[in-house]
């Protein structure tokens, strides 16, 4: 899904360099799983936790929420 953000909320133009940016934290996380490096694999969890919500992604901070309370349990 895309963002829930209004083309007229001044933080819409972040979005485009936020999705960028989530291909960088999907090979950041790939090279963690191959490396069992949880603790890299929490820490982008995190970063896409706090951020997503802010630019109208919040199912996708849900996700990393989830992903990253997994982590954390294993």
């Known amino acids: 899904g895309g963002s829930s953000l209004s083309r007229d909320d ?14 960088t934290y999907r090979q ?11 603790m890299t694999c929490y820490i982008i969890c995190q970063q896409l936790k706090g951020t997503a919500p802010c ?11 989830r992903a990253g309370e997994q982590v954390a349990a294993t």
């Open 10 to 23: 001044p933080k819409a133009a972040l979005i485009y360099e936020f999705v960028k940016e989530i291909e």
């Open 28 to 38: 950041k996380i790939a090279d963690a799983v191959k490396q069992a490096d949880a």
């Open 55 to 65: 630019l109208g992604f919040d199912t996708l901070a849900k996700v990393a929420e």
